[in-house]
């Protein structure tokens, strides 16, 4: 018997990764297929492993040419693109790459909040254009002593609260539940604790239950002093009506790793000395994603060796 047939989507796979994987899969990538769907409806069923990513996921399209899966692994600890309750309840287990990223995508919304309010982006650009010596930069604000928001406090959301530590700020938090272990004040209202925050972290999955929980109201509450950093997902935030609250200055400032339909971002924002934009890059350092990497190679190699997986989503545990 040949090596399992794996089904590569998206671009995750390194060539570490691949180096490793073509050991003991024979492996099939999506992207190279001249007709993606066509290929899918001739080859889709001998596919027995999927290797993808938080972007791609595997989309109802694809995932219909695919009775015979048996394990997904995400290259990424967001997972919003695979239906992960309909892979459980068909025995199919999906598995992510939490915690080894929790580090690189704190200091990342660390980064985008202090180059925000510090105005990095502007006064680089000041200097670059050659235009310092007509005027000196405008002043910005302190990022010492704030009252911060964190959106989701998970996994990365408790490291980025440590390192808020040094900054003097005083931290709260807003999720479904009340974290028992911890010391920082929690809100059951988000728009409360808008309301008494200075800068507002977000750092929740991606999905249904959390679409466009940062809205208009949510974003007025912040207010015209206020700051949003998103390294979430872009779907958390309305986009649209960000947009709307920047340009009428309801909203004082953003920093923003994620968009709600990567890669297009609002050209609106591109002029807007008060936001800060990066490419969905809140993990993409060489030893983070060599770390993810090897997970969600491992991940598969298990499951191959004894049907057993290292990192399980929630809703695969215990399958
Ligand atoms: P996690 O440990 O599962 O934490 C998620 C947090 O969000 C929990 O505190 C959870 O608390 C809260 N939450 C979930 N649904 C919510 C809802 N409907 N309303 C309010 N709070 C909600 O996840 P993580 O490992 O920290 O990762 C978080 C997310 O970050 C990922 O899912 C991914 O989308 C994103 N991410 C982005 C990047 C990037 O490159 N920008 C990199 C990695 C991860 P409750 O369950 O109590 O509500
Ligand atoms: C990755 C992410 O860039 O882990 C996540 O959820 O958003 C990032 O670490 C992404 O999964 C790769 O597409």
Redesign the pocket.
């Given at each position: 018997m040949g090596n399992p047939n794996l089904l590569v989507i998206g671009g995750g796979m390194s060539p570490p990764m691949q180096a490793a994987l073509e050991q003991k899969f024979t492996i099939h990538q999506l992207a190279k297929q001249a007709d993606e769907q066509a290929w899918l409806a001739a080859n889709g069923a001998d596919m027995t492993y999927v290797l993808t990513d938080?972007h791609w996921g595997v989309r109802p399209d694809v995932m219909k040419h695919l009775p015979s899966i048996e394990v997904i692994s995400c290259y990424?600890?967001?997972?919003?693109n695979i239906d992960a309750a309909d892979c459980a309840g068909r025995g199919i287990v999906v598995t992510h790459t939490?915690?080894v990223?929790?580090a690189e995508?704190a200091n990342?919304a660390l980064m985008l909040w202090l180059a925000t309010s510090r105005r990095l982006v502007r006064d680089d650009r000041l200097v670059r254009s050659g235009k310092w010596p007509e005027g000196n930069a405008a002043l910005t604000h302190s990022i010492d002593d704030r009252k911060v928001g964190i959106?989701?406090?998970?996994?990365?959301?408790e490291e980025l609260a440590r390192r808020l530590a040094v900054f003097n700020a005083d931290i709260s938090y807003?999720?479904?539940?009340k974290k028992p272990d911890v010391a920082y004040r929690y809100y059951d209202s988000?728009l409360d604790m808008a309301r008494d925050v200075d800068v507002f972290f977000c750092?929740?999955?991606?999905g249904a239950?959390?679409h466009h929980?940062v809205n208009r109201d949510v974003m007025d509450a912040l207010g015209p002093d206020g700051t949003l950093i998103n390294?979430?997902?872009g779907t958390v935030v309305d986009e649209v009506e960000l947009v709307k609250a920047l340009q009428d200055g309801r909203l004082g400032n953003a920093g923003l790793?994620?968009f709600e339909k990567e890669p297009q971002v609002p050209a609106a924002l591109f002029e807007m000395d008060q936001v800060t934009l990066l490419p969905?890059?809140?993990?993409?350092t060489v030893e983070t994603r060599a770390a993810m990497g090897n997970l969600a190679v491992e991940n598969l190699t298990q499951f191959l060796a004894n049907k057993t997986v290292i990192s399980p989503v929630p809703e695969c545990q215990g399958m």
């Amino acid at each position: 018997m040949g090596n399992p047939n794996l089904l590569v989507i998206g671009g995750g796979m390194s060539p570490p990764m691949q180096a490793a994987l073509e050991q003991k899969f024979t492996i099939h990538q999506l992207a190279k297929q001249a007709d993606e769907q066509a290929w899918l409806a001739a080859n889709g069923a001998d596919m027995t492993y999927v290797l993808t990513d938080g972007h791609w996921g595997v989309r109802p399209d694809v995932m219909k040419h695919l009775p015979s899966i048996e394990v997904i692994s995400c290259y990424g600890v967001g997972y919003d693109n695979i239906d992960a309750a309909d892979c459980a309840g068909r025995g199919i287990v999906v598995t992510h790459t939490p915690n080894v990223l929790n580090a690189e995508v704190a200091n990342t919304a660390l980064m985008l909040w202090l180059a925000t309010s510090r105005r990095l982006v502007r006064d680089d650009r000041l200097v670059r254009s050659g235009k310092w010596p007509e005027g000196n930069a405008a002043l910005t604000h302190s990022i010492d002593d704030r009252k911060v928001g964190i959106l989701g406090l998970g996994r990365i959301g408790e490291e980025l609260a440590r390192r808020l530590a040094v900054f003097n700020a005083d931290i709260s938090y807003h999720s479904r539940n009340k974290k028992p272990d911890v010391a920082y004040r929690y809100y059951d209202s988000l728009l409360d604790m808008a309301r008494d925050v200075d800068v507002f972290f977000c750092i929740t999955p991606g999905g249904a239950a959390t679409h466009h929980l940062v809205n208009r109201d949510v974003m007025d509450a912040l207010g015209p002093d206020g700051t949003l950093i998103n390294v979430g997902r872009g779907t958390v935030v309305d986009e649209v009506e960000l947009v709307k609250a920047l340009q009428d200055g309801r909203l004082g400032n953003a920093g923003l790793d994620v968009f709600e339909k990567e890669p297009q971002v609002p050209a609106a924002l591109f002029e807007m000395d008060q936001v800060t934009l990066l490419p969905h890059v809140g993990s993409a350092t060489v030893e983070t994603r060599a770390a993810m990497g090897n997970l969600a190679v491992e991940n598969l190699t298990q499951f191959l060796a004894n049907k057993t997986v290292i990192s399980p989503v929630p809703e695969c545990q215990g399958m």
